[in-house]
């Protein structure tokens, strides 16, 4: 890393200072240097020193500390080999000074030329803001990606790199650019395997989100850190003896899990830092030449010593995940009745889970079975962008949804398996074996049994899948597929059915206007179209064709020449149409409007309070200009933000809380404890008493001696809710109390 304090050195020392992080470069290469690639990196070096000399970066060190930085990510985190160094050295010359892809092409060829090409796209696409729909952007990112996969995982360092220097950016800059991390390329990252780069990416975006849970986490793991190391020694002792004695070769170790997978599981489950049982794993790591065997030898081993949970086996070894992870996990109870997970991995497998299945893919001497996983993935990727009629949105939702779901495996009648996300039906599968068999699925058979299309598979399930030559995708099916390919492949089956439909539609339509003597051009259609408030003329016709619309109502209209006219309108019938930006700036009360204050001025512009976060003063927060109702205010940490940042950047607005004492928030408190008969006499006591505050309403249920309560207060700043909940917590047989985010 480098110090931000490098811009305080002198000409001299800066030049001493690049001198030393191109020498470590060289180094993280050392052994995939060959003859002459020596020279080839130091050209590349040299030329992005140079195109890059008069420019700084925002910490005020020289620029090309940001291209080295990156190339060192690619050499060392990725291990990709000296054509990736070169291209990431390179990476933003294109884009930011003189230097062009025809100069590198000459230079280093145009295998090189073609990946700085894409990284160059990737930048304009996300550096664009005028562009209404972000998603339509990402999809053209995955695009690259298809391309050559390499250009994308130097895209993942370039991002890697900007997320730890984030500090000197402005806030609406880290706003931006963590929810764009948080919305592609962590979970890129993820699906590429690279699963260290993706817990250090989620565990900055949250240091700049939420740091408030950042830092309150990162305290707690430390100070926890000697009772964590303790209990690890113990759990691990006899195992290491009992490995020793079997003569395995191998490293044992417990692992701190991320912050952000603490922070994730304290908020879905409910729970404290203290309750988090996994706060860690044990991974044991074995140098071996047969693999299998040997993980279910030390698995069995382990299992001697401490009992172990069924349900929380996961065997990737015997079926790697579909980014090429492999391990054996399992979860025993350890001293103490603590639950702990325990990874097996070879020294093999460990390098794929660190570096990701691209460091062993065709750049490196192949391992053919991992190439082909890789390859069927971007072959997928490839087939749904094709797609030409996708929503960009719709896909990205889609794709995301194969992204992050956990998956499960699943045979054909022939026993080849097939990888599909947990969810996935009948009819899914039939997609993913064929369009064609998708199509005409009408049923299907589970281990031998008959069941519904939309039937949801479980692991190791074998399907056979029935089909019909009447069958026909409908609408319904939309309900139950989950899969991108799936669903993209029955909405283009849809549209082609109402193409031809409104075909038929369309003659009966142009029957009638020959008899009216009314031309069939199409300003005609339109004026008709737009009266009865259809998207297009095509809906018109499919309407018609399907008897919703009287060919009678024509006799309203005028016709003059051969021009027909709608008739004249009462009331100004407004055409439903998209929005546009133009819209948008109108909503907002002239350009260069950024700050919304509001509490105080709040007359000024009507805002609603997102329901999804239910912000309250003194929470982060930011405007999004909606489509229906205005400006919605969100907490930076709502669970819809990223989506809402990374998609719609354009119309968020800043927004910060003024003072004011008159407005108050309505805010919810989630209170568990033990159940007794004093309990809601000290709540309250707490709440109007010594708080004088106003409480709107309180749920209490109790059951087994315990109980749980819901309250609902108003408040003018998080401080005062911060208070009541501190108060709260220190009441006897109250155990937790957490603020709730929405009804
Ligand atoms: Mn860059």
């Given at each position: 890393?480098?110090?931000?304090e490098?811009?305080?050195?002198?000409?001299?020392?800066?030049k001493?200072?690049?001198?030393?992080e191109?020498?470590?470069l060289l180094?993280?290469?050392?052994?995939?240097?060959?003859?002459?690639?020596?020279?080839?990196?130091?050209r590349?070096?040299?030329?992005?020193?140079?195109?890059?000399?008069h420019?700084r970066?925002?910490?005020?060190?020289?620029?090309?500390?940001?291209?080295?930085?990156?190339?060192?990510?690619?050499?060392?985190?990725?291990?990709?080999?000296v054509?990736?160094?070169i291209?990431a050295?390179l990476?933003?010359?294109?884009?930011d000074?003189e230097?062009?892809?025809?100069?590198i092409e000459?230079?280093?060829?145009?295998?090189?030329s073609?990946?700085v090409?894409?990284?160059?796209?990737?930048?304009?696409?996300?550096?664009?803001?005028?562009?209404?729909?972000q998603?339509e952007?990402?999809?053209?990112?995955?695009l690259t990606?298809?391309d050559d996969?390499?250009?994308?995982?130097?895209?993942i360092a370039?991002?890697l790199?900007?997320?730890?220097?984030?500090?000197?950016?402005s806030?609406?800059k880290q706003?931006?650019?963590?929810?764009?991390?948080?919305?592609?390329?962590?979970?890129?990252a993820?699906?590429?395997?690279?699963?260290?780069?993706?817990?250090?990416?989620?565990d900055l975006?949250?240091k700049?989100?939420e740091?408030?849970?950042?830092?309150d986490i990162?305290k707690?793991?430390?100070?926890?850190?000697?009772?964590?190391?303790?209990?690890i020694?113990?759990?691990?002792k006899?195992?290491?003896?009992?490995?020793?004695?079997?003569?395995?070769?191998?490293?044992?170790?417990?692992?701190?899990?991320s912050?952000?997978?603490i922070?994730n599981?304290m908020?879905?489950?409910?729970?404290?830092?203290?309750?988090?049982?996994?706060?860690?794993?044990?991974?044991?790591?074995l140098?071996t030449?047969?693999e299998?065997?040997?993980?279910?030898?030390?698995?069995s081993?382990?299992?001697?010593?401490?009992?172990h949970?069924?349900?929380?086996?996961?065997d990737?070894?015997s079926?790697?995940?579909?980014n090429?992870?492999?391990a054996?996990?399992?979860?025993?109870?350890?001293p103490?009745g603590?639950?702990v997970?325990?990874?097996?991995?070879?020294?093999?497998?460990?390098e794929?889970?660190?570096?990701?299945?691209a460091?062993?893919w065709k750049?490196k001497?192949?391992?053919?079975g991992?190439?082909?996983?890789?390859?069927?993935?971007?072959?997928?990727?490839?087939?749904?962008?094709q797609?030409?009629?996708s929503?960009?949105m719709?896909?990205?939702?889609?794709?995301k949804r194969?992204?992050?779901n956990?998956?499960?495996?699943?045979?054909?009648?022939?026993g080849d398996?097939?990888?599909?996300p947990?969810g996935a039906?009948?009819?899914?599968?039939?997609?993913?074996?064929h369009?064609?068999?998708?199509?005409?699925?009408?049923?299907a058979?589970?281990?031998?049994?008959?069941?519904?299309?939309?039937h949801?598979?479980?692991?190791?399930?074998q399907?056979?899948?029935?089909t019909?030559k009447?069958?026909?995708p409908?609408?319904d099916?939309?309900k139950?597929?989950?899969?991108?390919?799936?669903?993209?492949?029955?909405?283009?089956?849809?549209?082609?059915?109402?193409?031809?439909?409104?075909?038929?539609?369309?003659?009966?339509?142009?029957?009638?206007l020959?008899h009216?003597k009314v031309s069939?051009?199409?300003?005609?259609?339109?004026?008709?179209?737009?009266y009865?408030?259809y998207?297009?003329p095509q809906?018109?016709?499919?309407a018609?064709?399907?008897?919703n619309?009287?060919l009678?109502?024509?006799?309203?209209?005028?016709?003059i020449?051969?021009?027909?006219?709608a008739?004249?309108?009462?009331?100004?019938k407004?055409?439903?149409k998209?929005?546009s930006?133009?819209?948008?700036?109108?909503?907002l009360?002239g350009?260069?409007y950024?700050?919304?204050?509001?509490?105080?001025?709040?007359?000024?512009?009507a805002?609603k309070?997102?329901n999804?976060?239910?912000?309250i003063?003194?929470?982060?927060?930011?405007?999004?200009?909606?489509s229906?109702?205005?400006l919605?205010?969100?907490?930076?940490?709502c669970?819809?933000a990223?989506?809402?940042?990374?998609n719609?950047?354009?119309?968020?607005?800043?927004?910060?809380?003024?003072?004011?004492?008159?407005?108050?928030?309505l805010?919810?408190?989630?209170?568990?404890?033990?159940?007794?008969v004093?309990?809601?006499?000290?709540?309250?006591?707490?709440l109007?008493g010594?708080?004088?505050?106003?409480?709107r309403s309180m749920s209490?249920?109790s059951?087994?001696?315990l109980?749980?309560?819901?309250?609902?207060?108003f408040v003018?700043?998080?401080?005062e809710?911060?208070?009541l909940c501190?108060r709260?917590e220190?009441?006897?047989?109250?155990?937790?109390?957490i603020?709730?985010?929405?009804?």
């Amino acid at each position: 890393m480098i110090a931000l304090e490098k811009y305080h050195l002198s000409e001299e020392d800066e030049k001493k200072a690049i001198l030393r992080e191109y020498r470590s470069l060289l180094r993280a290469l050392k052994n995939r240097l060959k003859k002459g690639d020596k020279k080839l990196v130091r050209r590349a070096f040299e030329i992005a020193a140079d195109a890059h000399q008069h420019m700084r970066r925002k910490s005020g060190e020289p620029y090309i500390f940001h291209p080295l930085a990156v190339a060192r990510i690619v050499a060392d985190e990725i291990a990709l080999g000296v054509t990736s160094v070169i291209c990431a050295l390179l990476h933003d010359t294109v884009e930011d000074t003189e230097v062009t892809l025809k100069d590198i092409e000459m230079e280093f060829g145009s295998t090189c030329s073609k990946i700085v090409e894409g990284l160059t796209k990737i930048s304009n696409v996300v550096e664009t803001k005028n562009t209404t729909q972000q998603a339509e952007n990402f999809k053209k990112i995955l695009l690259t990606l298809a391309d050559d996969p390499r250009v994308i995982l130097i895209k993942i360092a370039d991002r890697l790199h900007n997320m730890r220097t984030l500090e000197s950016m402005s806030r609406d800059k880290q706003l931006k650019i963590s929810s764009e991390t948080t919305f592609l390329y962590a979970p890129l990252a993820n699906r590429l395997g690279l699963y260290e780069i993706k817990s250090e990416l989620e565990d900055l975006v949250l240091k700049y989100t939420e740091t408030e849970a950042w830092e309150d986490i990162t305290k707690k793991l430390l100070e926890t850190k000697r009772e964590r190391t303790r209990y690890i020694n113990e759990f691990i002792k006899p195992i290491k003896e009992e490995l020793e004695k079997n003569n395995f070769e191998f490293e044992i170790f417990g692992r701190p899990k991320s912050v952000h997978s603490i922070w994730n599981k304290m908020k879905t489950k409910h729970v404290t830092f203290e309750e988090v049982y996994d706060l860690f794993a044990i991974r044991i790591i074995l140098k071996t030449n047969s693999e299998r065997e040997d993980c279910w030898k030390v698995f069995s081993i382990i299992t001697n010593h401490y009992q172990h949970s069924l349900e929380r086996l996961r065997d990737w070894v015997s079926a790697p995940k579909s980014n090429g992870y492999e391990a054996l996990h399992t979860t025993v109870m350890g001293p103490g009745g603590r639950w702990v997970e325990v990874q097996i991995r070879t020294e093999r497998m460990n390098e794929i889970a660190e570096k990701g299945l691209a460091a062993h893919w065709k750049y490196k001497e192949g391992n053919a079975g991992q190439e082909s996983k890789l390859d069927d993935w971007l072959k997928h990727i490839r087939e749904l962008l094709q797609n030409p009629d996708s929503n960009a949105m719709d896909f990205i939702q889609d794709l995301k949804r194969d992204i992050f779901n956990d998956e499960i495996y699943v045979y054909t009648p022939q026993g080849d398996m097939r990888i599909l996300p947990a969810g996935a039906t009948a009819l899914d599968f039939a997609f993913d074996i064929h369009s064609e068999l998708g199509k005409t699925c009408i049923g299907a058979k589970v281990n031998y049994k008959l069941v519904p299309i939309s039937h949801v598979l479980k692991n190791a399930d074998q399907i056979e899948i029935i089909t019909s030559k009447k069958q026909k995708p409908s609408e319904d099916w939309l309900k139950f597929v989950i899969t991108a390919k799936a669903k993209s492949r029955i909405k283009y089956y849809l549209k082609e059915e109402k193409r031809l439909i409104a075909a038929d539609g369309k003659e009966m339509l142009i029957r009638k206007l020959e008899h009216m003597k009314v031309s069939t051009q199409s300003s005609n259609l339109h004026e008709i179209s737009n009266y009865y408030k259809y998207a297009s003329p095509q809906d018109l016709c499919y309407a018609i064709a399907i008897n919703n619309f009287d060919l009678k109502e024509l006799s309203k209209f005028t016709v003059i020449g051969d021009k027909i006219f709608a008739p004249i309108q009462e009331e100004k019938k407004e055409i439903p149409k998209e929005e546009s930006q133009e819209d948008y700036q109108k909503a907002l009360p002239g350009k260069g409007y950024e700050l919304v204050l509001f509490g105080e001025s709040s007359d000024k512009i009507a805002y609603k309070l997102a329901n999804c976060c239910q912000p309250i003063p003194g929470d982060d927060v930011f405007g999004f200009v909606t489509s229906g109702e205005g400006l919605k205010i969100h907490r930076t940490n709502c669970p819809n933000a990223a989506t809402l940042l990374a998609n719609y950047g354009h119309r968020v607005v800043k927004a910060k809380w003024a003072k004011n004492k008159e407005i108050s928030f309505l805010a919810g408190v989630l209170i568990n404890g033990i159940d007794d008969v004093g309990v809601i006499n000290k709540i309250t006591n707490v709440l109007s008493g010594e708080l004088k505050m106003n409480m709107r309403s309180m749920s209490i249920d109790s059951k087994d001696g315990l109980f749980e309560g819901n309250i609902k207060v108003f408040v003018n700043h998080k401080k005062e809710l911060d208070e009541l909940c501190r108060r709260l917590e220190k009441l006897e047989g109250i155990n937790k109390v957490i603020r709730l985010d929405a009804e």
